[in-house]
Structures are given as C-alpha cells and as structure tokens.
C-alpha cells in the first residue's frame, strides 16, 4: 500500500497494518523534518509532488520491493504541503518472516524512493528565504554532501 | 503540434509558471523539445540539463518520439523523504 | 534507555521518545511471535530472563551503539512472561541525523541483543509441549536455520 | 568455598533447580567449576558443553579464578529478540 497526504503522518496505524503472525520482523523507517542542514537553520518545509507520477514511481516501488523480498506487507506514505521541524515527511513499514530481510527492504524501499519519485522540498529559512533543493547527482555541480540523506 | 509542458519547484518559478506550451514539429524527439525549451526560457536552462523528461509519468529517454496526447513534465532532481 | 517488561511494549510512544529536531531519521525494529518456526506451530511463548545480566548487557549495547553512530536517542525494550502470536516481544528505536547511520545503528543493536542478552525463549506447540531455544552457533550440532532469525 | 551457581531455561529444568551449590577448593578456576557441575549432574552436559558462564553478570572465561563472593550463573545460547 501507498499514498500522499496533506496530513499527519499516523505511524503506529501504518505499523499495525503491515504486522502479521507470519511475519517475526517490522521495520519502520520514519524521514523528520531536520533543523540543520548542514549550516542553515530550517523553520519549516513545503513538500510539492508530481502526484500522478509519484503515486506510479511508489506503485513500482512496492511491486519491486515484493519481487526481491518475502513480504508481508509493505506501506509507503509520504506527506505534501508544510511541515514544521520534527514533522514526519515520510513513512516506511516493511513486515517479513525475518529480520535481515526487513531491513534491506526497508533500506531499499526509502533509497529508491529518495531517488526516482518526483517530490520536492522547499528549505524555509528563519529570514523567510525559501529555496528549493535540487542537489546534482553529479560532482560537478555544488551541493553540500549534508544533503544527501534526509 | 503543441506540447503542453509541466514544470515543478525551482522549474516552475524561473519559469514564471507551472506549465507551458511549446510547438514542435510531427515526431519531434525529447531531445528536440529539450532545445526549445532551453531556447524559449533561457532562465530554466541550467537546471534544465540537470532534469529528466517524464512521458505519461514514466521517465523519457532522449530519442524518445513525442506523440500530441503524451502527458510532458520536466522533472528536475528529486528531493523527497 | 533500556528496559526490560512483562507489559506490552508500546512501540508508539518508544519511537515518540527517540525522535529530535537534530535527527533527520528514526529507524524501529519490532520483533514479534511468529506462528511458524519451520514446520513447527507456536500457540504462545515464555520469555525468561537472567535480568541484572540482562539489563548490563543491554546498557553495554546502548553505550557500544552511541560510541559507534551520532546517535540522538536509543531505546532497547525486550518482553518477559507469555506471548501470544503476534505479540511485539522486542523494539529497537534509534534517531541519527541520517538514514544511513540509523538503519546501521538499530541493526547492530537487535544483531548484538539477540548475541548477547542472557534472554530465553520457550516455544509451546498445540500440543502442551514447549521446549526452551538454545540453537548451537556451531555447525555440527542440529539446529534449524528458520530458527536462526527472529 | 561454596559456589552457588544459577540455572536458567532448559538448564534449570535438566537440572530441576534454578540454582545449585557446589564445593569448590579455594583459587578453582572457570574450568574447574564446569568439570564439577558435569561430574554431579550427568543430566545437564550436554547443554553446558555448549554454554557461557557468567561471572557477576559478565562472560569469563575458563581461567577465570572465582571467589566465593562471586555471583555465578550457568548461561545456556541464548533465544531473546
């Protein structure tokens, strides 16, 4: 299952959903709303989406996370719109009969997430400032190594 | 034919818009729309070489030919999670 | 933070504990009961514990696990007494300032608790019999690989 | 010196207790201690053959001398998680 929502994120809902007595291990990942990125201060994101995109880049997601990996269940929900410092932008809750394989599809299911379905965040400064962020993949162009991972 | 483009985030503000409208000609590639949008905002450029072009929501490579019903968005680097 | 319980694990509010503004990630493994270990069915299990030793190993983990990744928050709770299938027996929570590092850190700790804390389960059948798990390392003696995760 | 040594698990069933004493010369070791529990209880050598001591809450290892304060206890391979 997957969705995007304008609205809190309900973590411990998604969680019972994907438990299961055949399962003996759940991996939830939980992306929040840092205060830091590298040197400047956040006060607040905004989260836009290509939402027919990214509703079939997630579809994927979750059918390739099924394909490598004896799952249970798998949910990925991520927010759109504001978000303050410590909000949940993002929800991964992966069941499988055991744990290895738990957390690599969890790993898998946010890396692949992060990299190919089309969200964006705006950093919010406190001087009012907002800035999109679209760091390279390649060397070549400028972008703090802090931003790399959530 | 007429291409209506989309655009996101950073895209969409230098261009001033969320969406514009190109001509190209029958079988025009991504590539061929790739250089008039560059021509047409030179503002977007830069991060316009750093974008993909997604089809009917699915990525596009250069060679791809462009057909008057396609759903055409330029996806500049994703930043979700 | 560490404890031990004969109540049921509120993982909820664990992760809650564990998240800060500083940590752009949470990451939380729950183990629960499986209703199958191998061909084996399990109707409820009896976790039992040598619990000063227990409760100093798991300090040592929470200390191992904060020297080895910038942790924000770790928390390590393990269940005593009878389960029931598809009760939540352990819950590792750990917040990091990225994804990486809290998948790595909460990992290591479940590997190391499982490793380490003097903590025994006993698996009952549906049959009344229940037999106490104490699966050999070591290859020569049999033990069921199914057994060997969680 | 009395050593009184806790059991747990299977452990305390084979031996039917969840503690037992055991006279021990002063300054025996780690090892000395396992040869004396296999020698009382035949029952339990199997499952102790395969596991640790602890020694006040801490693994020891075979050299380790024990002292009649020590807290000792039998730890079978453990199945938490």
């Known amino acids: ?27 939830l990942f939980l992306g929040t709303v840092r205060d830091l990125t590298g040197e400047q201060v956040t006060v607040f994101l905004d989260y836009e989406a290509y939402a027919p995109m990214a509703e079939k880049k997630l579809a994927e997601i979750e059918a390739e996370v099924r394909r490598r990996w004896p799952v249970g269940e798998v949910a990925l929900v991520h927010r759109l719109g504001r978000l303050a410092v410590g909000e949940v932008s993002v929800a991964v809750a992966v069941s499988c009969p055991h744990r290895r394989e738990a957390f690599a599809a969890c790993q898998f299911a946010i890396d692949t997430l992060k990299q190919l379905v089309p969200i964006w ?15 390279s993949v390649s060397a070549d162009v400028a972008c703090s190594p802090a931003q790399e991972q959530p | 034919m007429v291409i209506r483009v989309k655009l996101f985030a950073a895209m969409s503000e230098l261009a001033g818009s969320d969406c514009v409208e190109i ?28 974008s993909a072009i997604a089809i009917n929501h699915d990525f596009a490579d250069h060679e791809r030919i462009l057909q008057s019903t396609d759903e055409v968005a330029v996806i500049p680097p994703v930043s979700g999670g």
């Open chain 1, 121 to 135: 965040k705006r950093e919010n400064a406190p001087d009012g400032r907002g800035e999109w962020v679209h760091q």
């Open chain 1, 1 to 27: 299952m997957f969705h995007l929502t304008r609205e809190a994120i309900d973590y411990a809902t998604l969680t019972e959903a994907v438990r299961s007595p055949r399962c003996g291990a759940v991996v």
């Open chain 2, 23 to 50: 001509e190209l000609p029958d079988g025009a590639s991504v590539a061929e729309l790739r250089r008039q949008l560059a021509g047409q905002w030179p503002l977007i450029r830069s991060l316009l070489s750093r």
